[in-house]
């Protein structure tokens, strides 16, 4: 559904997007992953027609988006990062103006619908001036699916709204991989784990690693983290125990205990020392890595 | 650290360049096209302008490098060079229209349509004509609305006539050549062969409230040129049409040939002598002030002549000497008594009003004037009054013989009388009234009469002088001959029609003040008012809407 | 193409219609033609015929003023808004938004025009102005009119900032207007000339302001209007490369 391959932007001297390909396909949430200035935004504009890249290609439902660019935006649905609103129309007026720009036959019943879909149909009435931020972000959401697209492109769909209003951004996002492709952008880990299929985690324009939320952590963690609280020693002894253990690769302090890393499970082996050296094991239990874990180590390992 | 920063400075350096370049290279540019040449400022402009930018280039070259061939550079000479193909593709539209005069009349009096009148002078257009015109910068507006008439003629004549304007400021030779006088003259002329101006039959286009009637009658009088032909006898001392002195014709002469006319000399007492008549291509003949007055055999040649339908015009002027021209109880005279009903009479008109007279009351200024003539209809007494010096007092037969019509043109005050006493006047200058001796006022200086038996006609003037080089230029003087001319050639007839009116008779508004006030109340305040009400609702309800 | 044009046409006239300020402008543009046209008449009152023309020549003017404020908002706000974006991610052309702003400014301001119209219908009644010369004189002025707001949306599209469009497009009106006296400034015949005919104002004032059209003061606010809308395409289509 989303073919990107090589896909490069330049702004004069700068590299915004470096040569990235990924793929998306229909019934599939990806999240495009990775700090301010990555280039998420950037990738986004292109694929909406917005803007043409410097090099590579970028498809949409099998339409170039610089060849067919008006093909690709009847089947892509956009939801910037500022919401962009008219604060004088109607809610119904709103989103019936693009309904109608984006060749919606009939405009009326669909716009109804998608009122509903994002529960603003009571608000149908009222000038988005005076809509809350979370209710401006689900009409951003409503002018996006409108015109049923095949694809929808969420920009940071859940910055500067309040937590319990970013729930349900989320939840609606998930909803809507159903029936579309979806491509939204984050910044934070546990969203893109929590809702995507896919991440591809961009820094610099570079595609540094992508996959199921799963796949990446089980690529990115080819050790075992441990937590370990030994009682009975005190802290530096207990660290300097620890890391005689053969095997253990590193080990630092997590609250009271330690987080320790190694290339296998060292389970039995740690409490064997720990026993060995006349001290109680107060706790022992593997951690798993979290995508904030691995993108920072991945955004580190970049530098 | 240290690097860094003077590599900064040197780009910035060059940023610098690159704008103070920019910059002056514009204003070089524009200054270029404004003098149109090479002034040392100019050149500085542009020697910094291309310093800058080599500073730039020198200093920055990434920085130039990307903006020669960068994206936005890109994009934007593409953008910039489609905006000038469709700039220039709307400019020649634009040229092309204007070329082909497409003009649409809609006001309802089609006062910007030719009139049938001047389309019937059109049609006898065969040779090129040129209009050309002479506009200041300052006259652009006035030339806009001129051209606007020209146009039509050029359209009507299948392009026979053409337009051309110049600035006679830039071109004050070419302008002397035309005899240019103010801003927004306007000449006509046949072309030559070779595309230039005919001198030779350039015509001054008058300018008053009609510009229709203005350049179609300039257009007649330069298809009728060459057609009518004046002669002017030049026996007996008689006023010479090319003396250039102060006393002579040369000016008025140059006038008639001006608009057309064609004049020659010619020796009545010779012609007479060697027994022809005058020549039977003579329009008019002018009889301007020879100083002795005619014999039988001339007179009998004038009679001949008028009898086949001739025109004649008489510039008689007081003169001291025996056998004056037209003197009273002279045979001309009778004989134009007997025929036409006009005669001069010995008598010198003195103007008592001081407000009529210029240095002495012998310079007279006509005191009235009969418009409803052809002769007096472009004279009146305030703007264009004429000035004679030493005039005879006429005398007009309110009976004409039959079939002669006869009439006044320019007569005295009722404060002026004819002083009788030539003898006194000729030797010391002296003049006064004498009670039964003197003609009382009002008396006629301008006289004409028309046989519409044998279509003769004689215009008689009491004074010569105020046709002479000297006094031709004041007042209606040069108005009064031309026209008296233009009558007896019966050369207005061919030009002459119904002008259009200008100024359209649309009927005044008469309305009493309650209307006046109705009206007001309506487009005052109730049609703004009903939009600000309909503002104040739409306003209201976004306020409950929220 | 034309759904494009359509829907922006739609929602710019609507737009029009819900927004006060648009109110207000219509209300002192008509406050001030109406006194325009009663002092006229008070004077006209058997003195002299009144001048069809009277109404669209002073609009002539005061479209040096009006015609920015019809149009600053058009493209400024929607790129300070972000609808930009948006719009140029909509499947139409840079082209069709553009044209449907132009066409609701134009259509706005002939509603305008169509309302003035009642001072031409008091004259019949009290009187036989000229009407064909009037009716030429408002097809005039409506062409004039279109050239204004065409210019004035270069200027929206220029900046992101309402104000400064309004002013900027008011600055190269008035020069616009003003050029028609370049005559009386410059020297050089064939530069004044060519500056009078880059003049709003001249192409009215000795044409169409008298009773006649002239295919080429058609074909120049014709022009105008064309170039301008082209510019402004190029400037909006810019925000993609930028």
């Not at chain 1, 998420?40 to 439902?61: D, E, N, Q, V, Y």
């Amino acid at each position: 559904m989303i073919e990107v391959h090589e896909l490069t932007k330049r702004y004069g001297s700068y590299l915004a997007v470096d040569a990235i390909s990924f793929e998306a396909h229909p019934g599939e949430v990806v999240g495009l992953l990775g700090p301010n200035g990555a280039g998420k935004t950037t990738t986004m504009r292109i694929l909406t027609g917005f803007m043409p890249p410097t090099g590579g290609t970028a498809r949409i439902a099998g339409y170039d988006v610089m060849a067919d660019s008006l093909e690709v935006r009847r089947r892509v649905g956009y939801l910037p990062e500022r919401v962009p609103v008219y604060p004088d129309m109607t809610v119904s007026g709103y989103i019936t103006f693009w309904a109608k720009l984006r060749g919606v036959t009939r405009p009326r019943a669909q716009v109804d619908a998608v009122l509903e879909r994002v529960n603003l149909a009571d608000r149908r009435n009222t000038l988005i001036r005076n809509l809350s931020k979370g209710l401006r972000q689900r009409l951003g959401l409503a002018q996006a699916l409108v015109h049923n697209p095949e694809v929808v492109i969420l920009d940071e769909p859940t910055i500067g709204i309040d937590p319990q209003q970013v729930i349900e951004v989320r939840e609606s996002v998930r909803e809507l991989g159903k029936n579309h492709t979806v491509l939204f952008s984050t910044h934070i880990l546990s969203e893109a784990e929590q809702v995507c299929d896919r991440v591809v985690i961009i820094n610099k324009g570079r595609i540094i690693a992508q996959g199921t939320p799963q796949t990446l952590r089980a690529q990115l963690q080819p050790g075992v983290a441990l937590y370990v609280e030994i009682g009975g020693l005190g802290k530096e002894a207990a660290a300097r125990l620890l890391r005689e253990i053969p095997g253990i690769e590193s080990v630092e302090r997590q609250g009271d205990g330690f987080a320790v890393r190694a290339s296998s499970d060292m389970r039995a082996a740690l409490s064997d020392a720990v026993l060995h050296a006349g001290c109680r094991l107060l706790e022992l239990r593997p951690v798993a890595m979290t995508l904030e874990d691995i993108f920072l180590d991945l955004v580190g390992r970049g530098n | 650290m240290h690097r860094d920063s003077i590599v900064i400075t040197r780009n910035q350096i060059g940023q610098w360049g690159a704008f103070i370049g920019g910059g002056a290279l514009l204003a070089g540019f524009v200054g270029l096209l404004w003098q149109g040449g090479l002034t040392p400022l100019i050149a500085a402009l542009l020697t910094v302008g291309i310093g800058g930018l080599v500073l730039w280039a020198l200093l920055a070259p990434q920085e130039f490098i990307g903006f020669v061939t960068g994206r936005q550079a890109r994009y934007s000479t593409m953008a910039v060079f489609a905006t000038l193909l469709l700039t220039g593709i709307v400019s020649l539209t634009y040229i092309v229209l204007q070329r082909a005069v497409l003009t649409l009349d809609m006001t309802e009096g089609r006062r910007f349509s030719i009139s049938a009148e001047t389309q019937a002078v059109l049609r006898r257009v065969t040779r090129p004509i040129r209009i050309t015109g002479f506009y200041s910068p300052a006259a652009l507006r006035l030339r806009e609305v001129d051209d606007q008439f020209f146009r039509l003629y050029e359209v009507a004549t299948n392009g026979l006539m053409t337009r051309n304007y110049i600035d006679p400021e830039q071109n004050p030779a070419v302008a002397q050549a035309f005899g240019v006088v103010e801003d927004g003259n306007v000449f006509i002329s046949y072309l030559k062969d070779d595309g230039t101006v005919d001198f030779s039959s350039l015509m001054r286009v008058s300018r008053t409230s009609s510009q229709e009637r203005d350049l179609t009658g300039a257009v007649a009088r330069l298809l009728a040129a060459g057609t009518l032909k004046v002669y002017f006898d030049n026996s007996r001392g008689a006023l010479d049409p090319f003396d250039t002195s102060q006393q002579g014709l040369s000016a008025i002469n140059n006038g008639m040939r001006e608009n057309g006319l064609i004049t020659a000399g010619f020796n009545l007492l010779d012609t007479v002598n060697a027994g022809s008549g005058i020549p039977a291509d003579a329009a008019a003949l002018v009889l301007p002030r020879p100083t002795l007055d005619y014999t039988e055999a001339e007179i009998r040649a004038i009679d001949a002549y008028l009898k086949s339908g001739g025109a004649v015009l008489i510039l008689a002027d007081a003169l001291f000497n025996q056998n004056a021209f037209l003197r009273q109880d002279g045979a001309f005279n009778q004989y134009l008594w007997d025929n036409y009903g006009l005669r001069a009479l010995d008598a010198v008109v003195v103007e008592t009003d001081a407000a009529l007279s210029v240095q002495t009351p012998l310079d007279i200024i006509s005191a009235a004037i009969f418009t409803n003539t052809d002769l007096g209809a472009r004279l009146n007494t305030g703007e264009t009054p004429v000035l004679f010096s030493v005039a005879r007092a006429l005398d007009v037969n309110d009976s004409p013989p039959s079939n002669v019509s006869n009439g006044r043109v320019i007569m005295s005050s009722e404060a002026s009388y004819g002083e009788t006493n030539l003898q006194a006047l000729g030797e010391t200058n002296t003049y006064r009234y004498d009670e039964g001796a003197d003609l009382p006022g009002p008396l006629t200086t301008v006289a004409w009469a028309d046989n519409s038996a044998n279509r003769s006609r004689v215009v008689l003037i009491g004074d010569a002088d105020f046709v002479t080089n000297g006094l031709i230029a004041v007042g209606g003087n040069g108005i009064l001959f031309t026209d008296a001319l233009t009558w007896l050639t019966r050369f207005g007839e061919a030009i002459s029609f119904s002008p259009q009116a200008f100024v359209t008779g649309l009927p005044m508004i008469f309305v009493s003040v309650e209307t006046l006030d109705f009206i007001a109340f309506i487009t005052v305040i109730l049609v703004p008012g009903f939009v600000l009400l309909a503002g104040l609702a739409v306003w209201l309800r976004r306020q409950r809407a929220s | 193409m034309l759904r494009g044009v359509g829907t922006v046409f739609g929602r710019e006239v609507g737009q029009y219609f819900a927004s006060p300020a648009a109110y207000l402008i219509a209300f002192a543009l008509l406050l001030l033609t109406g006194l325009m046209f009663n002092s006229d008449l008070t004077f006209s009152v058997t003195q002299k015929a009144a001048d069809p023309a009277l109404i669209p020549s002073f609009l002539s003017f005061a479209m040096v003023f009006f015609a920015p404020l019809l149009t600053m908002r058009m493209l400024a706000e929607e790129s300070r808004e972000g609808t930009l974006e948006l719009l140029l991610t909509a499947p139409v052309s840079d082209t069709a938004v553009v044209l449907g702003k132009f066409l609701g400014a134009w259509f706005y301001y002939s509603l305008l025009l169509l309302v003035t119209l009642i001072y031409q219908v008091i004259l019949a009644a009290i009187t036989q102005p000229d009407l064909g010369h009037a009716i030429c004189a408002y097809i005039g002025i409506w062409l004039y009119g279109g050239a204004t707001l065409a210019v004035g949306l270069v200027f929206s599209s220029l900046t992101e900032n309402q104000i400064v469009a309004a002013f900027l497009s008011m600055s190269a009106l008035l020069l616009l207007w003003l050029s028609d006296l370049a005559g009386e400034i410059i020297a050089n015949l064939d530069l004044a000339r060519l500056i009078r005919q880059l003049s709003l104002q001249g192409h009215y004032t000795t044409s169409f302001a008298v009773g006649i059209v002239r295919a080429e003061d058609v074909a120049f606010y014709a022009g105008i209007m064309a170039v301008m809308l082209f510019i402004t395409v190029r400037i909006v289509e810019s925000h993609r490369w930028r």
